[in-house]
């Protein structure tokens, strides 16, 4: 069945970037999504990349995709301390009954 | 735009009531709103799929007479727990998709509720 794996963990420096792995087994997959959950809130849409582009960028967010590899990653440059959250990956095959599937999130913790 | 609201955002109730969470979309209409269940430190696990004015499309393993699902008009859909138990405390969190919010490649969450059945 469909998978996406994140690692759990990852800490930083303010001011450092930070990079966020993610793969996934759905060579289906047409859309990839980044979602950002602080404390106690719901997520919140950072960005998404469509599978045939390699690369996006954002402000301070770039998202690099190997579909090859099934492999997606979210690099913050100049992170700050209100990066802080738990970063989730997600996978959908798009359309009108593409669902989302969640990896288990990566929390990030920005240290001054 | 694409803002979801939820309310409550905070619920206790004793076990055996039921309680209602109510999903909305502010500034757009929402074709299909999605429930999910998200386990403390775990990710989100998809409950169901409403599709306004048809009948929820659940996942497996997802009761459908426990949890209700009502997505009456484009703003508004409400999932109702019923007979709750101790078990069925979690974060629930709504997220809705629309033509005018990004069409079928996003979906907008809401902020959560999190229902504690003592």
């Known amino acids: 069945g469909e998978d996406v794996e994140q690692s759990l963990f990852l800490s930083v420096r303010e001011g450092d970037s930070s990079v966020i792995n993610c793969t996934y087994t759905d060579s289906s997959s047409t859309y990839l999504y980044w979602y950002k959950q602080e404390p106690g809130a719901g997520l919140q849409l950072l960005t998404y990349?469509?599978?045939?582009?390699d690369m996006k960028q954002d402000q301070r967010l770039t998202v690099l995709l190997n579909k090859k590899d099934k492999h997606l990653s979210l690099r913050i440059a100049d992170t700050q301390t209100g990066d802080s959250a738990i970063y989730f990956c997600a996978e959908s095959t798009g359309g009108s009954q593409g669902n989302l599937i969640f990896g288990k999130g990566t929390k990030l913790s920005v240290k001054p | 735009g694409a803002v979801v609201s939820q309310h409550p955002s905070w619920v206790i109730c004793k076990s055996g009531t039921s309680v209602k969470i109510e999903c909305r979309s502010l500034d757009f209409q929402a074709t299909t709103m999605f429930w999910y269940r998200q386990f403390p430190k775990q990710s989100l696990m998809l409950m169901a799929t409403?599709?306004?004015?048809?009948?929820?499309?659940?996942e497996q393993g997802v009761e459908k007479d426990k949890f209700l699902i009502n997505h009456a008009s484009l703003t508004l859909s409400t999932l109702t727990v019923t007979s709750a138990h101790p078990e069925d405390s979690s974060f629930y969190i709504c997220s809705a998709r629309g033509p005018q919010a990004g069409g079928p490649y996003e979906q907008y969450f809401g902020p959560g509720t999190r229902l504690t059945v003592t």
């Open positions: 990349i469509f599978s045939n582009m």
């Open positions: 409403s599709n306004e004015g048809s009948k929820a499309t659940y």
